[in-house]
């Protein structure tokens, strides 16, 4: 069986520019100053369990539970318009597309 604990691979540390064992993970740090060898990758994984953790904001036409019926009826309206809008626009997309040969 191989260790695939230890890694074949180095990276030039970015912070001190010393060579450290790199097992390709975000979270991998220098053997010599301690920093994030790749330090974007670091910042992509925070980011993604940022957005993870916050709560995601009501769409425009999301009808809440609270929603009056006369406020009910305009947000449908409005999720109407937008499937009759992409439709349209898929339709002059497919006739250009046909045209073209």
Do not use: Y
Request: glycine share 6%; proline share 5%.
């Amino acid at each position: 069986m191989t260790d695939t604990t230890s890694s074949s691979f180095t990276k030039k540390c970015p912070h001190c520019q010393q060579w450290s064992a790199w097992n390709q993970r975000p979270n991998d740090r220098c053997e010599h100053c301690g920093g994030f060898l790749d330090p974007r990758a670091q910042r992509r994984v925070e980011d993604e369990n940022r957005k993870a953790n916050e709560p995601e904001a009501p769409s425009v036409f999301e009808i809440q539970s609270d929603d009056n019926v006369v406020v009910r009826f305009f947000k449908r309206m409005g999720r109407v318009g937008q499937v009759v809008f992409g439709a349209i626009l898929a339709f002059f997309v497919a006739v250009v597309t046909f045209a073209a040969g």
